[in-house]
Every structure is written in structure tokens, then in C-alpha cells.
């Protein structure tokens, strides 16, 4: 499913009618409400959509054919997934998580530090966890330490400073 990505897990179901409750996996939570179908992990068929609202900090949908609890217990702890061409656009200098996982970190000066395993969420930056053997690095996703990120590529160059990268 590597022309897949994610946008949501589904953590429980809510109510008896057949909708799922699901964590949103994106900075749009309104982008739920532009899709006509989903995909759900796995699972062959296409979802079409029939409703979606929200509850607190979670999205609530409900899908076309589904109009009992029993009908999506199945679905509970699975990724809700879209086709990458069906993606938002995002504005310059930004990046999808699945884009930036598995790029190769370097140094300014050309060494090759590790690969991006990882990309938290902890607050006002994202934060790449860089892995190389048993070391792991931390290092904030901000123009002051990222200096390129080529795709192309499959490269991220940084300029750590002391104390990053030891």
C-alpha cells in the first residue's frame, strides 16, 4: 500500500449505528469532509462516505453501508487510508511525515549522520529521530538546523549545533 497514506486511525466505534470514531492524522481535520471514499487497512474495497462530523477532538464518520455497531468492530485500531494523489497541497517547504521517514541525514560538512525513523509531534516543531546503529539523535525540524531536504534525492543535510550530534 505504498501509494497510500494515512489520515486517521480508527480507535473505537461511536454509538450502535455503524460510525467510527477516529483520531485525525492530519494539521486539516476538515479534510475528511472532502472525501467521497477511504480505504481502511487492511481491507480490499474502496469506502464511500456518508457522513462526517466532529466530537471533541475526534472526527466521526460514517460509512455508506454500514448501519450497525457489528458491522465495524473489525475496523477498530486500523489506519483510515487515501490514495497520495488525493492528498492536500501543501504549501512550499512542507512535507508529509511518510515523505520525510527513511531519508538519509547529512552534515553540512558531508558525513552521513543516520536515518529519519521517526517524526514527533511534540508541540510547536516537528522533531526528526535520526537512528544510526545504536545512536539516536533528536533534531528539530526548524530552518536553523535543516538546511535542505532534497526527495529526490532521499537526503536531509543539516547544521546541528554542538552538542547535537555526538
Do not use: C
Request: proline share 3%; charged share 35%.
Amino acid at each position: 500500500m505504498t501509494d497510500y497514506i494515512q489520515i486517521g486511525k480508527i480507535v473505537n466505534t461511536h454509538g450502535i449505528k455503524g460510525e467510527l470514531k477516529v483520531i485525525p492524522l492530519t494539521d486539516d481535520i476538515e479534510r475528511f469532509e472532502k472525501l467521497d471514499t477511504i480505504f481502511i487497512e487492511k481491507e480490499e474495497d474502496e469506502f464511500q462516505v456518508k457522513k462526517v462530523w466532529y466530537k471533541k477532538n475526534f472526527v466521526i464518520l460514517k460509512l455508506k453501508g454500514y448501519n450497525n455497531i457489528n458491522d465495524v468492530l473489525k475496523f477498530k485500531n486500523r489506519f483510515i487510508l487515501i490514495h497520495k494523489d488525493d492528498a492536500i497541497e501543501l504549501p512550499e517547504d512542507s512535507y508529509f511525515i511518510f515523505e520525510i521517514k527513511g531519508l538519509d541525514v547529512y552534515h553540512i560538512n558531508g558525513e552521513k549522520i543516520g536515518k529519519v525513523v521517526d517524526v514527533l509531534q511534540p508541540g510547536a516543531n516537528d522533531v526528526y529521530v535520526v537512528k544510526n546503529g545504536n545512536k539516536e539523535y533528536l533534531i528539530p525540524a526548524v530552518k536553523e538546523f535543516i538546511k535542505e531536504i532534497n526527495l529526490e534525492e532521499g537526503k536531509i543535510v543539516i547544521d546541528p549545533i554542538e552538542g547535537m550530534i555526538e
